[in-house]
């Protein structure tokens, strides 16, 4: 590009820095070196998959590359910096972190959605601005290029980067996630940052066996060869079940991407489903596929899936129900026949209750079976508790208890109309048949009364508190509760009264974006990686879906179509809103011009945007979008 167009990059402000010893960075001191900005937020499911893809990269480039994690937080608690702190220490994150909780360092890179990445050359000028996930081979192929450009011109210096490791305090667990209950009265914890499973005795305190080594991988094996990769839900299998197919426990093996068994009686574990690969939301649409079906003939374990964060077995459905947190899916395993299902949500991430085929999720993350055979289930994204009927042995309706959408949270009781959670991950079904919810990033366990209709608070002051379980074996029944920040678990009576909380509604702190209103034009771009091209095969290989929250907004314009440009109409006296876009592309590897080769690679990008807007005058009546944009 011409000298005149280059762009250089903004001053990167926030409120301090983790993983640097206490240096504050600029770009003078990251001069020389090939940066990638991850704009990120702990929450987001998406930017945890970025996380895990830019671990190979950044092991491949250390003497030239930094990756510099701007945490911009879309919930309340994460503007803590402690809470901060805990995730980078819990995820793993090896570079620096910027904290940026007013989004000054968000607004200056007009970042718009989570991840967003954007690359910056060793002269400190913009080269990539990219949204979403799966940018990391062309990221490759970009960095190749520039270490290239700038050891030739003398620009580019080899070396250590900023990155300090910080201490680390360890203990039996670390941010453990789930939990189940075993029948001789043990627990067994999915030991989430050290990658195992521990069992615990009654008492919560002693460790009577450990499965898995500790090593982040897929390795099968005995307790002391497998590896696991952030495991989370956990699910008994029926006395009946296990007697078929060897095994007593499925768990969720999250950043593996996969469904494990485990035989208690050695610790002996299996690889059930899941090839290891993720699944790329709606990867076969541009084939003309069904990106929901699964063919049921398949080897469970060549099917790819994307994060699966909780399972339980559902007596009504006789099959496992999954969150498939990274499609924003539920999934159904059947152990005794391998067979994988889709069997709600159509992979958009949202609140869209009914039918189950046509029904949104967002990052589903906690699941429980009532005694009527009612699956509920914590979304997380969303704030909200939903409920899924089981009917004839098939999940049949989706409801919303408590939440209003990806934007929407707080912490207050009432009935569905006021109800607020804040990002909950677990839930439990109490003695009399009401919902207990982790409600996580408050800090808190809520319970929910179907019958009322009325949620309240049992307890609070706990540190993102991850799953619950009910123990009814007492006198008094107790919930366990597992207090991911604070490494254990612990017990809490159920209360006779509940506590009654009010701390308001919240809305996301972003900015919102001015338009002109009235008739606009969406412009989505996209430029296929270095070696790759559209995959123009089965017609346009772009589409873009849009709608507008509240939906009476949106005249003309709205659902999907192909392309990445698109005129919209909002209804006259539309003052404000939220803007849903979500931009797909599929490109292989081939040389634009060429022949896609026989057996090519093939990538699907893909971008769900929230923007929330306000109509202004004077505003533009354009809005630019980078599903993968280029400077250089």
């Given at each position: 590009?011409?000298?005149?167009?280059?762009?250089?990059?903004?001053?990167?402000?926030?409120?301090?820095?983790?993983?640097?010893?206490?240096?504050?960075?600029?770009?003078?001191?990251?001069?020389?070196?090939?940066?990638?900005?991850?704009?990120?937020?702990?929450?987001?499911?998406?930017?945890?998959?970025?996380?895990?893809?830019?671990?190979?990269?950044?092991?491949?480039?250390?003497?030239?590359?930094?990756?510099?994690?701007?945490?911009?937080?879309?919930?309340?608690?994460?503007?803590?910096?402690?809470?901060?702190?805990?995730?980078?220490?819990?995820?793993?994150?090896?570079?620096?972190?910027?904290?940026?909780?007013?989004?000054?360092?968000?607004?200056?890179?007009?970042?718009?959605?989570?991840?967003?990445?954007?690359?910056?050359?060793?002269?400190?000028?913009?080269?990539?601005?990219?949204?979403?996930?799966?940018?990391?081979?062309?990221?490759?192929?970009?960095?190749?290029?520039?270490?290239?450009?700038?050891?030739?011109?003398?620009?580019?210096?080899?070396?250590?980067?900023?990155?300090?490791?910080?201490?680390?305090?360890?203990?039996?667990?670390?941010?453990?996630?789930?939990?189940?209950?075993?029948?001789?009265?043990?627990?067994?914890?999915?030991?989430?940052?050290?990658?195992?499973?521990?069992?615990?005795?009654?008492?919560?305190?002693?460790?009577?066996?450990?499965?898995?080594?500790?090593?982040?991988?897929?390795?099968?094996?005995?307790?002391?060869?497998?590896?696991?990769?952030?495991?989370?839900?956990?699910?008994?299998?029926?006395?009946?079940?296990?007697?078929?197919?060897?095994?007593?426990?499925?768990?969720?093996?999250?950043?593996?991407?996969?469904?494990?068994?485990?035989?208690?009686?050695?610790?002996?574990?299996?690889?059930?489903?899941?090839?290891?690969?993720?699944?790329?939301?709606?990867?076969?649409?541009?084939?003309?596929?069904?990106?929901?079906?699964?063919?049921?003939?398949?080897?469970?374990?060549?099917?790819?899936?994307?994060?699966?964060?909780?399972?339980?077995?559902?007596?009504?459905?006789?099959?496992?129900?999954?969150?498939?947190?990274?499609?924003?899916?539920?999934?159904?395993?059947?152990?005794?026949?391998?067979?994988?299902?889709?069997?709600?949500?159509?992979?958009?991430?949202?609140?869209?209750?009914?039918?189950?085929?046509?029904?949104?999720?967002?990052?589903?993350?906690?699941?429980?079976?009532?005694?009527?055979?009612?699956?509920?289930?914590?979304?997380?994204?969303?704030?909200?508790?939903?409920?899924?009927?089981?009917?004839?042995?098939?999940?049949?309706?989706?409801?919303?208890?408590?939440?209003?959408?990806?934007?929407?949270?707080?912490?207050?009781?009432?009935?569905?109309?006021?109800?607020?959670?804040?990002?909950?991950?677990?839930?439990?079904?109490?003695?009399?048949?009401?919902?207990?919810?982790?409600?996580?990033?408050?800090?808190?366990?809520?319970?929910?009364?179907?019958?009322?209709?009325?949620?309240?608070?049992?307890?609070?002051?706990?540190?993102?508190?991850?799953?619950?379980?009910?123990?009814?074996?007492?006198?008094?029944?107790?919930?366990?509760?597992?207090?991911?920040?604070?490494?254990?678990?612990?017990?809490?009576?159920?209360?006779?009264?509940?506590?009654?909380?009010?701390?308001?509604?919240?809305?996301?702190?972003?900015?919102?974006?001015?338009?002109?209103?009235?008739?606009?034009?969406?412009?989505?771009?996209?430029?296929?990686?270095?070696?790759?091209?559209?995959?123009?095969?089965?017609?346009?290989?772009?589409?873009?879906?849009?709608?507008?929250s509240p939906a009476e907004a949106l005249v003309d314009g709205g659902g999907a179509a192909q392309?990445?440009?698109?005129?919209?109409?909002?209804?006259?006296?539309?003052?404000?809103?939220?803007?849903?876009?979500?931009?797909?592309?599929?490109?292989?590897?081939?040389?634009?011009?060429?022949?896609?080769?026989?057996?090519?690679?093939?990538?699907?990008?893909?971008?769900?945007?929230?923007?929330?807007?306000?109509?202004?005058?004077?505003?533009?009546?354009?809005?630019?979008?980078?599903?993968?944009?280029?400077?250089?």
């Amino acid at each position: 590009m011409s000298a005149q167009s280059r762009v250089r990059a903004s001053a990167l402000t926030g409120r301090s820095w983790l993983n640097t010893g206490g240096e504050q960075l600029d770009w003078q001191k990251l001069r020389g070196k090939i940066v990638i900005l991850d704009f990120w937020s702990f929450c987001c499911i998406n930017c945890l998959h970025v996380l895990d893809e830019l671990r190979p990269l950044e092991e491949r480039f250390s003497d030239v590359l930094v990756t510099v994690g701007v945490h911009s937080p879309k919930f309340e608690h994460e503007a803590d910096p402690e809470a901060l702190a805990s995730a980078v220490d819990r995820y793993e994150i090896h570079h620096p972190v910027l904290d940026d909780p007013e989004l000054g360092t968000w607004d200056a890179y007009t970042a718009r959605a989570w991840p967003t990445l954007v690359v910056v050359d060793p002269e400190g000028y913009i080269v990539a601005h990219l949204s979403g996930e799966g940018h990391v081979q062309g990221i490759v192929s970009l960095v190749e290029q520039l270490v290239e450009q700038h050891e030739a011109a003398g620009t580019l210096h080899r070396g250590d980067g900023p990155y300090v490791p910080p201490e680390i305090t360890d203990g039996d667990l670390r941010f453990p996630e789930k939990a189940v209950a075993l029948e001789d009265g043990s627990v067994l914890v999915a030991d989430t940052g050290h990658h195992r499973l521990v069992r615990m005795a009654a008492d919560l305190q002693t460790v009577r066996s450990v499965i898995g080594d500790g090593t982040r991988g897929p390795a099968d094996g005995g307790p002391e060869e497998a590896h696991f990769n952030e495991p989370r839900g956990l699910a008994l299998l029926p006395q009946g079940v296990r007697e078929q197919v060897g095994y007593d426990v499925i768990v969720a093996d999250t950043v593996n991407h996969r469904l494990r068994g485990v035989r208690l009686s050695d610790g002996e574990v299996t690889t059930l489903a899941g090839s290891g690969v993720q699944r790329l939301l709606d990867s076969e649409r541009a084939k003309g596929v069904d990106a929901d079906h699964i063919d049921p003939e398949a080897d469970p374990r060549d099917v790819a899936l994307s994060s699966p964060w909780d399972t339980v077995w559902s007596t009504a459905a006789d099959t496992l129900v999954v969150a498939m947190s990274g499609t924003h899916q539920i999934f159904t395993f059947d152990p005794r026949t391998g067979e994988l299902a889709v069997a709600a949500g159509t992979g958009d991430e949202g609140l869209v209750d009914g039918d189950p085929s046509q029904s949104w999720f967002a990052q589903t993350s906690g699941l429980v079976e009532a005694p009527d055979g009612t699956i509920w289930a914590a979304d997380s994204e969303s704030s909200a508790l939903r409920s899924i009927a089981v009917a004839d042995g098939a999940l049949s309706g989706v409801a919303t208890a408590a939440g209003l959408g990806l934007y929407d949270f707080g912490f207050r009781d009432g009935d569905s109309t006021q109800a607020r959670l804040q990002h909950p991950l677990g839930v439990a079904v109490l003695p009399d048949g009401s919902i207990a919810v982790a409600d996580t990033y408050n800090g808190a366990i809520r319970r929910w009364d179907p019958v009322e209709g009325q949620l309240s608070t049992l307890e609070r002051d706990f540190d993102e508190p991850s799953d619950l379980l009910v123990d009814a074996s007492g006198e008094t029944p107790e919930l366990i509760v597992v207090e991911t920040n604070r490494h254990r678990l612990v017990r809490l009576p159920v209360p006779e009264k509940l506590l009654q909380v009010d701390e308001g509604a919240s809305v996301s702190q972003r900015s919102r974006t001015p338009i002109a209103g009235g008739t606009m034009t969406i412009d989505v771009r996209f430029a296929a990686p270095s070696g790759q091209k559209l995959d123009d095969r089965w017609g346009d290989p772009t589409q873009l879906k849009l709608s507008v929250s509240p939906a009476e907004a949106l005249v003309d314009g709205g659902g999907a179509a192909q392309g990445l440009k698109r005129e919209i109409t909002l209804a006259d006296g539309v003052t404000e809103g939220v803007l849903h876009i979500t931009a797909r592309a599929a490109a292989c590897d081939g040389e634009p011009g060429g022949e896609i080769p026989d057996h090519a690679a093939c990538h699907l990008y893909q971008q769900d945007w929230g923007i929330p807007f306000t109509v202004a005058e004077g505003a533009e009546d354009s809005l630019v979008l980078d599903l993968r944009g280029l400077n250089a």
